[in-house]
């Protein structure tokens, strides 16, 4: 105790010993100290009771959002790897129509550098005045976008933005819009391939949290949630060469004849794969405005008819292969027709007693129908359907049709003997070419395929070898001299078709004047290595047969094709060379 006192003392004595000035500066330091501490917990009552609705709103003014980063789009290639569907990034011009009033001063400058109309964009702020997004202008290419946004700036134009996008390119255009199709603004698949293999090619958006302010506007990217995954590519089996070789001659083509519209389908016979496809008319898949109504349609895939006389050959080769009848076989078209019942079946002309080869040469529908009534009606049907008949070819394209081809119970004998000249069925013409192709691989079905095969399918034989190549033998007659498509030779090579000229039905039955012409055939015929379909849609000039609009149509076609694809000729030494001359004959 007494040292704790002594200790105090101490203390007090040296206190007194301080200076006053001392003393002073201390008690002024506590004073203020004491003095912000009460300002500071002031502070904090005032804001908790008095400022709380001030503050939340100071706070809405900023916040965090998610946004979807979109993927890149995966491009579409032909068989070579060339570029036929791209997407590049475009920018999209957006405002908040609670920021941009319709009856802004600043409206004028901002429709101008849009390129829309002053009243358009008033309308549209107006309509969407309850919203904090509305897109003014959509898929820009950057460097417009920030002209729009430079100008916006200029005259202190509050409540844009701009957002990344995707276009969708095609380079060839229409060349290949029916089997590409196209995407819409938001890049998601439409029509075609784009449609068939959109999920491929979108592949999967991004996802990155942002800072907006009380405007809605990016104020700041905060952090990526979750990178976009590019859509993958897709190559097809089409060759743009042969694509385009396609185009030109079926478009000259109809022009040339003023039909209605028109088809051609190119098959590689090792493989299966489509090479060409395309039809008129056609639109520019660029632009929405010629993407409308039926020239959407990919009609070689979508439309079907009656193939006409392009079926004799395959009902001679069921013929063939079931023993029915021999090549050397011989049968009686006299006098020209034979009636069943109520219903005749006849020729252009009485063609007396003839071979198969000249039937299909001279086109005899007495023949071909004399053939079809003595085959078995179930195995006949069975030939048709493993040929790809009444059923989707499988290429995968949206809206395949699959023709009709009825069950052979409901057959009369009338139907089992027009069905060889190719009447009471309907196909598309990428099942007309399927059909060729099977002749043409010496008897063996290959599925077809728009896509790029790496290997070669196994397939399924349909004919025995020698039935196809016998049946190929009797089509190259049908090129010759005295056949009816002379005009579908391609010189330095054989070739093997046929033609057809059909009468379109119409309300009470066939009609006179609306026909389809049609070729179908291959080539080198020695060893074929293309099949191609050639279907122009009700031809209104002077010519309408099939050896006459059609056939020259293949011909041009597969001639470019072959020298282009450097395929070997084999008729340099064979009787069918192109003439200088070609007869004019009825199919």
Avoid: C
């Avoid at 105090?8 to 200076?19: F, N, S, V």
């Avoid at 995954?229 to 022009?255: F, M, S, T, V």
């Avoid at 040339?256 to 519209?261: C, D, G, M, P, T």
């Amino acid at each position: 105790m007494a040292a704790r006192r002594e200790k105090r003392a101490k203390m007090h004595k040296r206190a007194e010993a301080l200076p006053k000035a001392y003393v002073g500066r201390r008690r002024v330091v506590l004073t203020i100290l004491m003095v912000a501490v009460s300002g500071l917990i002031w502070r904090a009552v005032d804001q908790q009771i008095f400022e709380r609705d001030f503050l939340q709103s100071e706070g809405d003014h900023r916040y965090l959002d998610q946004v979807r980063v979109p993927a890149h789009r995966g491009a579409i290639t032909d068989r070579n790897g060339a570029v036929l569907a791209m997407s590049t990034p475009v920018d999209s011009i957006a405002a908040n129509p609670r920021l941009l009033r319709p009856n802004a001063d600043t409206l004028q400058p901002l429709a101008k550098a849009l390129d829309i109309g002053l009243d358009d964009l008033r309308r549209r702020l107006a309509r969407y005045s309850h919203k904090h997004f509305v897109y003014l202008k959509r898929r820009l290419p950057p460097e417009e976008a920030q002209a729009v946004m430079d100008v916006a700036k200029e005259n202190h134009i509050v409540g844009l933005q701009t957002t990344r996008e995707y276009r969708r390119y095609y380079p060839d255009g229409e060349i290949f819009a029916h089997v590409i199709g196209f995407t819409n603004l938001d890049d998601i698949g439409q029509e075609g391939l784009e449609y068939a293999f959109n999920e491929q090619l979108a592949g999967k958006p991004g996802l990155k949290r942002v800072l907006r302010d009380g405007r809605r506007q990016v104020v700041a990217d905060v952090e990526s949630l979750r990178m976009p995954q590019p859509g993958k590519n897709l190559a097809l089996g089409l060759d743009q060469r042969l694509q385009y070789i396609a185009y030109r001659e079926l478009k000259a083509a109809i022009k040339k004849h003023n039909a209605i519209s028109g088809s051609i389908v190119m098959l590689d016979v090792k493989t299966g794969e489509i090479l060409a496809m395309v039809n008129q008319p056609g639109f520019n898949p660029n632009s929405s405005r010629s993407a409308r109504g039926g020239r959407l349609r990919n009609r070689a895939v979508t439309d079907v008819f009656e193939p006409g006389s392009t079926m004799k050959p395959l009902t001679v080769a069921v013929g063939l292969d079931l023993g029915v009848i021999e090549a050397d076989t011989r049968i009686d078209t006299n006098p020209g027709f034979f009636k069943l019942g109520k219903f005749r079946v006849k020729d252009h002309d009485n063609l007396g007693v003839v071979d198969i080869e000249t039937i299909i040469k001279k086109s005899s529908n007495v023949g071909a129908g004399k053939i079809a009534l003595s085959l078995p009606k179930e195995r006949f049907r069975d030939y048709l359907v493993a040929m790809g008949f009444g059923k989707k070819t499988g290429s995968g394209y949206p809206g395949e049709a699959s023709g009709q081809l009825r069950p052979a119970t409901n057959w009369a004998r009338i139907d089992q003997a027009t069905l060889s000249y190719g009447y009471g069925i309907s196909v598309s013409v990428l099942q007309l070419a399927q059909a060729y192709a099977v002749i043409a691989a010496d008897g063996v079905h290959r599925p077809v395929s728009l896509l790029r095969r790496d290997a070669i399918p196994e397939g399924k034989r349909i004919f025995s070898r020698k039935t196809a190549m016998e049946v190929r033998h009797m089509m190259e007659s049908v090129v010759a001299p005295g056949g009816t498509a002379t005009k579908a030779a391609v010189a330095g090579y054989r070739v093997a078709g046929k033609t057809g000229t059909v009468k379109k039905a119409g309300k009470g039955g066939y009609t006179q004047r609306k026909y389809l012409s049609l070729f179908a055939g291959m080539a080198p015929a020695s060893d074929p290595r293309l099949v191609v379909a050639v279907m122009i849609n009700e031809p209104r000039g002077k010519q309408y047969y099939g050896g006459l609009v059609a056939a020259p149509v293949f011909s041009a076609v597969m001639d470019d094709a072959l020298r282009l694809l450097n395929v070997a000729p084999d008729a340099l030494a064979h009787n069918q060379t192109v003439r200088l001359a070609h007869a004019e004959a009825k199919p």
